[in-house]
Nanobody, 123 residues
Framework: QVQLVESGGGLVQAGGSLRLSCAAS????????MGWFRQAPGKEREFVAY????????TYTDSVKGRFTISRDNAKNTVYLQMNSLKPEDTAVYYC????????????????WGQGTQVTVSS
């Protein structure tokens, strides 16, 4: 079993930055690939970024490339999402997820989820 707890969300002006953290607990959490997803009101949960267990491979959705960076510190069992140049359309609840199957950009393929953290970007 893996427990995930997100933090770092908040209200920021457009162009600003936030860093989200996802603290994982569980015996083998550092061996899992991890993803960040987001869900805006009235919309489906969408993929944002993925990082493999070692941190050596990352994937991003096109809309955040060049602005967001996913990273992990396995010694701290924590995954981060650095978000720069934020836009109002980035407003959503952000979730971290662990242990995907083959489809790293599909929410249904992840086994564990956090409770989410709200990010609001004002224009």
């Amino acid at each position: 079993q893996v427990q995930l707890v997100e933090s770092g969300g908040g209200l920021v002006q457009a162009g600003g930055s936030l860093r989200l953290s996802c603290a994982a607990s569980g015996r083998t959490s550092s061996s899992y690939g991890m993803g960040w997803f987001r869900q805006a009101p009235g919309k489906e949960r969408e993929f944002v970024a993925y990082i493999n267990w070692s941190g050596g491979s990352t994937t991003y959705t096109d809309s955040v490339k060049g602005r967001f960076t996913i990273s992990r510190d396995n010694a701290k069992n924590t995954v981060y999402l650095q978000m720069n140049s934020l836009k109002p359309e980035d407003t959503a609840v952000y979730y971290c997820a662990a242990r995907p199957g083959l489809r790293i950009n599909r929410a249904y393929d992840y086994e564990y989820w956090g409770q989410g953290t709200q990010v609001t970007v004002s224009s």
